[in-house]
């Protein structure tokens, strides 16, 4: 059965880490990038990060460059988001994505975002608060 789960979320204070975990079954992970997605209530998605095929490449969305570092371990078919330095304004339902197309796309050019996503998970919340 193809799935994509996240894990890690939680409560966490201003200031704390976490790290998050994308673990695929069903589908072969290492000829799909990865993106990491977050949706805060009343909020439209946002494309937080990305990672190609191989890991050679990320992209990150402005607001959490510096604080998130994404990663990848194709053998454990598994992609890492962690994130440091959180602040309340990083409380969302982040999500998971898996997408594979063009050799150039999978690099995590500027607007991968907008790229049809082949596969979700279902999310895992993060809470940033005191």
């Known amino acids: 059965q193809l799935q994509l789960v996240e894990s890690g979320g939680g409560l966490v204070q201003p200031g704390g880490s976490l790290s998050l975990s994308c673990t695929v079954s069903?589908?072969?992970?290492?000829?799909?990038?990865i993106g990491w997605f977050r949706q805060a209530p009343g909020k439209e998605r946002e494309g937080v990060s990305c990672i190609s095929p191989t890991g050679s490449s990320t992209n990150y969305a402005d607001s959490v460059k510096g604080r998130f570092t994404i990663s990848r371990d194709n053998a454990k078919k598994t992609v890492y988001l962690q994130m440091n330095s959180l602040k309340p304004e990083d409380t969302a339902v982040y999500y998971c994505?898996?997408?594979?197309?063009?050799?150039?796309?999978?690099?995590?050019?500027?607007?991968?975002?907008?790229?049809?996503?082949?596969?979700w998970g279902k999310g895992t919340l993060v809470t940033v608060s005191s």
């Open positions: 069903g589908f072969t992970l290492d000829l799909y990038a």
């Open positions: 994505a898996a997408y594979s197309k063009t050799t150039v796309q999978t690099q995590c050019i500027a607007g991968w975002y907008f790229y049809d996503m082949d596969y």
